[in-house]
C-alpha cells in the first residue's frame, strides 16, 4: 500500500510561512488525489486542499484559500505552502492520498492512505 510521510511542521509567530511536505513511498504511482487534513484534539478532521496528480487541478478551503498553495514537486513529493499564518491555523497536518478522483466536498473518508501527520503552530 501506499506510504505516506509529511515533514515541515515546526513553531511560527502570526504572519510566518512554513513549507510541508509529503512524499510517498511505494506504489505512489497510484495515487489520483492528494490531500492535506487538519486536525485540532476534540475536533473533526478539516480537509484543507487537494490536488490531482493528473492535470493538477487544485481546490482550497474557504479558510485557507489565497494564503495555502498545494503543488506536486515530482512523482512522489507533494508541498503544501503556508503563508500568512494565523493561530487558527495551528493544528497536526497530515497529507493523505487516494487511488480515485478526488471527491468534493472534501472527506477525509474518501482517503485510504495517511501519513503519521506533523504539527503546525501558530503563535500571536
Known amino acids: 500500500q501506499?506510504?505516506?510521510e509529511e515533514s515541515g511542521g515546526g513553531s511560527v509567530q502570526a504572519g510566518g510561512s512554513l513549507r510541508l511536505s509529503c512524499v510517498a513511498s511505494r506504489y505512489f504511482y497510484l495515487v489520483k488525489c492528494l490531500g492535506?487534513?487538519?486536525q485540532v484534539p476534540g475536533t473533526e478532521r478539516e480537509g484543507v486542499a487537494v490536488i490531482h496528480t493528473i492535470?493538477?487541478?487544485?481546490y482550497y478551503a474557504d479558510s485557507v484559500k489565497g494564503r495555502f498553495t498545494i503543488s506536486q514537486y515530482?512523482?512522489?513529493t507533494w508541498y503544501l505552502q503556508m503563508n500568512?499564518?494565523?493561530p487558527e491555523d495551528t493544528a497536526m497536518y497530515y497529507c493523505a492520498a487516494d487511488?480515485?478522483?478526488?471527491?468534493?466536498?472534501?472527506n477525509s473518508a474518501d482517503f485510504s492512505y495517511w501519513g503519521q501527520g506533523t504539527q503546525v503552530t501558530v503563535s500571536s
Open 2 to 4: 501506499v506510504q505516506l
Open 36 to 38: 492535506w487534513f487538519r
Open 55 to 58: 492535470g493538477g487541478s487544485t
Open 74 to 76: 515530482n512523482a512522489n
Open 84 to 86: 500568512s499564518l494565523k
Open 99 to 106: 487511488p480515485r478522483l478526488c471527491a468534493l466536498p472534501l
